[in-house]
C-alpha cells in the first residue's frame, strides 16, 4: 500500500480521508487522478457549498434568486458617450439588472504590430486597428461620468476588463463585479490576479474545451468562491447547431457549487429563454440601438424591443419553472371537482359485504366519492351500510378507510 500526496491548498481532502492538516499523506490503494478527487469533493460536499452569492450589492444570483440578466454594450456605443448614457438608459428601461462594456489600455492588450496593422473592413473606424479600437475607447473620465450616470439611473454599472491593466483601472472604479471576457478565460496569469481582487467574477467559456474550464475553474476557485461560469459560443451571430445548451447540464455536474449562467451571440432571444429553464442564473446578451450600425457585433446584438421581450420572457418562465414538488394545486381544484373520478358501485352491495374488485367502477360522480386511485385499498374492506348500484361510495360507508387531502 503506498501513500500519495494529497493537494495542500485542499484541506476539506483531509477531512473526507480521516485527516485533518494539509499536505497530508494519504493511504490509498492506488492513486486517484487530481480532478477526480475534486469531482469527489464537490459530490460530497455540494449541498454545504454556496450556489448563490452577492453579485452586486443586496443582488443575490443562484439557487431561486432571480435570474440576473446583463446588457452587454460592449463597444456599440461607436465612440460616443451620449449614445451609452442612451443604452444604458435602453438597458434599465427594458428591466436589464447591469449595463456592461468593455473597457481596455491598448498598449497592454495589443503588441505594437497589431495596433499599426492596416484596417480595411466596413466596420472600420480608422485606417489601422489601432486607430479604429482608440475610436471606440472611452477615457478613464468618461467611465466614471458612465458610471455616474448609470447609478443616477439605478443600473449596476460594470466592464469587461480585457486586459491586466484594464482589471486595475476598474478596481479602482469600484465595479461591483468583474466580467472574463471568452478571449482571456484561459490567461491563467490574469485570472488568478482578478480572483485575488476579492470581486465576484462572471467568467465566460468561448473558445474552450471542458478540460480547460477546470482548469479555469481550479484557478479561479482557489482565490475567490465567488464566480460564475456561462456557456459561450464565441461566433457573431450564433447559429442554433452551435449554440450547445446542453453545456449547461454538464457544467452544473462538473462545477455544482457555482451557478452557471449563459452569454448568447444568436439572433432572437428563444435560446436564452431556453438556458433559464435549464438553469443559467446570469443571461448575458449585446445590444444595439440600431442593427445597421458599424461594428460587428450589431448583428448579434438585440434592440430595445427584443432586450424588453427577453426580460419578460425570463420573468415568465421563472415564474413556471416553479419548485420542482409534484401535487394537486389549488388552482386544479375546480377542475378536479367537475371532472375528477371517483368509485362508484358496479352493483348493489349490501351492508357488511367485503369488496372486491369487481364489485366497483371508475366514474365521474355526484357527489365525488372515494378517490378511483384508491380502488385497490378497497379490496378486501367492509361496507358500513347497503349501497346501490351506480351509487357513489363514500368514505364514511368503508370500515378502516382514511379519506387523505391532496391539497
Not at 442612451?86 to 503588441?111: T, V
Request: proline content about 5%.
Amino acid at each position: 500500500m503506498r501513500c500519495y500526496l494529497a493537494p495542500r491548498s485542499n484541506f476539506l481532502f483531509g477531512l473526507i480521508h480521516g485527516v485533518h492538516a494539509p499536505g497530508f499523506l494519504v493511504k490509498q490503494q492506488r492513486p486517484i487522478p487530481v480532478w477526480s478527487q475534486w469531482r469527489r469533493l464537490l459530490l460530497l460536499f455540494k449541498d454545504k457549498m454556496p450556489l448563490e452569492f452577492e453579485l452586486c450589492p443586496g443582488r443575490m444570483i443562484g439557487g431561486n434568486h432571480p435570474c440576473f440578466i446583463i446588457a452587454e454594450i460592449g463597444q456599440n456605443h461607436q465612440g460616443d458617450i451620449e449614445i451609452a448614457k442612451k443604452m444604458i438608459k435602453m438597458a434599465k428601461d427594458c428591466g436589464s439588472d447591469c449595463a456592461k462594456f468593455q473597457k481596455s489600455e491598448l498598449d497592454h492588450k495589443f503588441n505594437k504590430k497589431a495596433l499599426e496593422r492596416p484596417y480595411n473592413s466596413v466596420h472600420s473606424w480608422g485606417k489601422t486597428y489601432g486607430d479604429h479600437k482608440r475610436h471606440l475607447e472611452f477615457s478613464h473620465e468618461q467611465y466614471k461620468e458612465l458610471q455616474k450616470y448609470a447609478d443616477e439611473v439605478d443600473i449596476f454599472f460594470t466592464a469587461s476588463g480585457m486586459d491586466e491593466m484594464a482589471v486595475e483601472f476598474l478596481h479602482e472604479l469600484n465595479v461591483p463585479f468583474f466580467k472574463v471576457a471568452s478571449a482571456d478565460n484561459s490567461n491563467f496569469p490574469y485570472l488568478k490576479k482578478t480572483a485575488k481582487k476579492g470581486r465576484p467574477m462572471v467568467v465566460s467559456s468561448g473558445m474552450q474545451n471542458m478540460e480547460t474550464m477546470r482548469q479555469v475553474y481550479k484557478t479561479v476557485k482557489e482565490h475567490n468562491p465567488n464566480f460564475t461560469i456561462l456557456q459561450c459560443t464565441s461566433a457573431y451571430p450564433l447559429e442554433a447547431e452551435d449554440v450547445n445548451l446542453r453545456v449547461l447540464t454538464e457544467y452544473q455536474k462538473e462545477f455544482p457549487d457555482i451557478p452557471i449562467g449563459y452569454s448568447g451571440h444568436e439572433s432572437g432571444i428563444v435560446i436564452s429563454v431556453a438556458a433559464v429553464a435549464m438553469g443559467a442564473k446570469v443571461v448575458e446578451r449585446h445590444v444595439t440601438l440600431d442593427k445597421t450600425w458599424k461594428g460587428n457585433d450589431h448583428e448579434a446584438s438585440l434592440v430595445p424591443s427584443e432586450l424588453a421581450e427577453l426580460v419578460r420572457s425570463i420573468r415568465l418562465v421563472e415564474r413556471a419553472l416553479g419548485n420542482g414538488v409534484k401535487q394537486m394545486l389549488p388552482c386544479e381544484k375546480p377542475c378536479h371537482d367537475k371532472l375528477g373520478k371517483s368509485l362508484v358501485a358496479k352493483v348493489k352491495i349490501p351492508k357488511g359485504t367485503v369488496l372486491t374488485q369487481d364489485m366497483l367502477a371508475v366514474k365521474v360522480a355526484e357527489p365525488m366519492g372515494i378517490d378511483a386511485e384508491d380502488i385497490f385499498k378497497m379490496v378486501g374492506k367492509k361496507v358500513k351500510k347497503d349501497v346501490e348500484e351506480d351509487e357513489s361510495i363514500l368514505p364514511e360507508v368503508v370500515e378502516g378507510y382514511c379519506k387523505k387531502r391532496k391539497c
